[in-house]
């Protein structure tokens, strides 16, 4: 027989009740509701506990002791439950519970039946560690997910536990690795590190625009970028010339010509400046003979494009021009279906400021469900994120987040997240998580497991590192002295 662990009361909802319990539930616990020969799975959003003879506005903690002494420690504790629905359908119930329905906790049979139906092993409940939490790849990718946490709070180790997964599965992820973070780590199937080495001529013109950095009003220079870039993108077509030295060439021709007003004149040596300076800048990334980038992912390893080292315009134009292809790709079903993890998505798609990744995130977000292609927006800055395309990401890890403006943004992308469960977000530890959405079923609270292969982006040990810096620099003091001493014993 399954100990009561309390009962309803007060005024109830099919979707939420409260009840008197006789032991301390846990926040975040299952609970199984009794009624109308149903058995109604429930989760502990809120407990509370109180003393009916001693209120809130007893100011004397001489009178609080009198009273406890003649009355004994006669205290209520009391829930919150939000209704998931039927224990195995969870199908939601129409009616709600009466007074007095008896609750009892969930056993771990029955949770293990939720939450053991996925394929790619999160963690474990942070309330029932005996519980292990699977959620499901295909609404994981179909339905995106948002990945919300402050830093350090285990986001990354999430990523990871996540990539793991989905090799398992043979899967195709693809990480955006803005701090080369991924590069070296150790994922069953391997990382397959791809580098951001773009070919101009696959540049869209709008993608060429933002690197060469022609500001929006600046109508005349943009009329003859676009000339230049078209002329030339004609003639590479035929002949191995470098695309932006014919762009230079055709530039500097039109500039010397005599049918050209001065005043446009000051415009093209404008635009012959910045080009140079473009080709100075992104010299090394620019590579007239790299193969697509998409063309290197490879289905089973961990696609790891190393942008550590680039900044974030070209960030942003190799993050919109991989999504663009790789939509395009799949339309063609000529590439596997693909995850696409964006860390530092608050950089990518931010909230006030258009980005070109920003439009093809919002596409993707919009269209990937049919063509196969996931998104995972990760972020430590949720309110610094579009939301656009955080409301469209239908599943969400967040672990510790302790901004106000963040928790609220985050509630506002997501309607699951009560003002309860908002609340606990504060309170978490390092690992652990609300996850929420279609790839669970139901909201849970997990712990989420540690990756065991080696990650590169974890606290760094500062400590440890000036210590060896200072045995680096004595020993180069020693060599000195040694040296000078051996010079002079030399002399004599
Ligand atoms: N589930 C977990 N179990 C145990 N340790 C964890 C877990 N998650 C993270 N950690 C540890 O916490 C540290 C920070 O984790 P992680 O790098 O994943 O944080 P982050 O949220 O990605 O931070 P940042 O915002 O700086 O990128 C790491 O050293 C990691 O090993
Ligand atoms: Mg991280």
Not at 167 to 176: A, D, E, N, T
Not at 348 to 372: C, H, M, N, Q, V
Request: charged share 25%; hydrophobic share 40%; aromatic share 6%.
């Amino acid at each position: 027989m399954v100990e009561t662990l309390g009962v309803c009361i007060g005024e109830a909802t099919p979707s939420h009740a409260s009840f008197i319990a006789r032991t301390m539930p846990k926040l975040g616990e299952y609970v199984v509701l009794h009624f109308d020969g149903m058995r109604v799975l429930g989760m502990v959003e809120s407990v509370s506990r109180g003393s009916a003879s001693i209120s809130g506005d007893i100011l004397s903690p001489e009178v609080v002791e009198r009273i406890l002494s003649f009355e004994g420690e006669e205290q209520y504790i009391k829930a919150k439950v939000r209704l998931l629905g039927e224990v195995g359908s969870l199908t939601m119930p129409r009616i709600p519970p009466p007074p007095g329905a008896r609750v009892h906790r969930a056993d771990a049979e029955t949770l293990r039946e939720i939450f053991g139906r996925g394929n790619i092993k999160l963690g474990r409940l942070l309330t029932h560690p005996e519980v292990e939490v699977y959620v499901d790849a295909n609404r994981m990718i179909t339905r995106h997910l948002a990945i919300l946490a402050i830093t350090g709070a285990g986001k990354s180790n999430t990523v990871s536990v996540i990539v793991e997964g989905l090799l398992k599965l043979s899967g195709m992820p693809v990480i955006f690795d803005m701090h080369s973070e991924y590069v070296n780590a150790e994922f069953s199937g391997g990382v397959k590190r791809i580098l951001p080495r773009l070919n101009p001529v696959y540049l869209l013109y709008g993608e060429l625009k933002r690197l060469v950095n022609i500001d929006e009003k600046a109508y005349i220079q943009e009329r003859y970028l676009r000339e230049a870039h078209s002329h030339a993108l004609e003639l590479v077509q035929t002949s191995p010339a470098s695309l932006v030295d014919e762009m230079l060439s055709y530039l500097e021709e039109v500039y010397r010509s005599e049918d050209i007003p001065a005043s446009e004149k000051n415009s093209i040596s404008g635009v012959i400046g910045k080009l140079m300076d473009f080709r100075e800048k992104y010299g090394d990334i620019l590579d007239e003979h790299a193969p697509e980038l998409v063309e290197q992912f490879e289905q089973g390893r961990a696609n790891v494009i190393d942008l550590g080292s680039v900044d974030e315009e070209y960030a942003d134009v190799i993050v919109s021009h991989v999504l663009r292809k790789l939509l395009h790709r799949r339309k063609q079903r000529q590439i596997a279906p693909a995850f696409c993890i964006l860390e530092e998505a608050h950089i990518l798609a931010p909230a006030y400021r258009p980005t070109l990744s920003k439009y093809w995130i919002d596409r993707i977000a919009r269209e990937g469900r049919k063509f196969g292609i996931g998104l995972c927006l990760v972020s430590q800055r949720p309110k610094s994120l579009d939301p656009n395309s955080l409301s469209q990401a239908n599943n969400a890890i967040i672990m510790r987040l302790v901004e106000p403006s963040d928790q609220r943004h985050v509630q506002q992308a997501s309607e699951r997240l009560s003002d309860d469960l908002l609340a606990q977000l504060s309170s978490l530890n390092i690992g652990e998580a609300v996850v929420l959405g279609l790839m669970t079923r139901i909201p849970a609270l997990v712990k989420i497991d540690r990756f065991e292969g080696k990650l590169s982006g974890g606290d760094p040990d500062i400590v440890e590192e000036w210590q060896e810096r200072m045995r680096g620099e004595e020993d180069e003091l020693e060599r000195a002295s040694r040296e000078v001493e051996e010079l002079y014993s030399g002399m004599e």
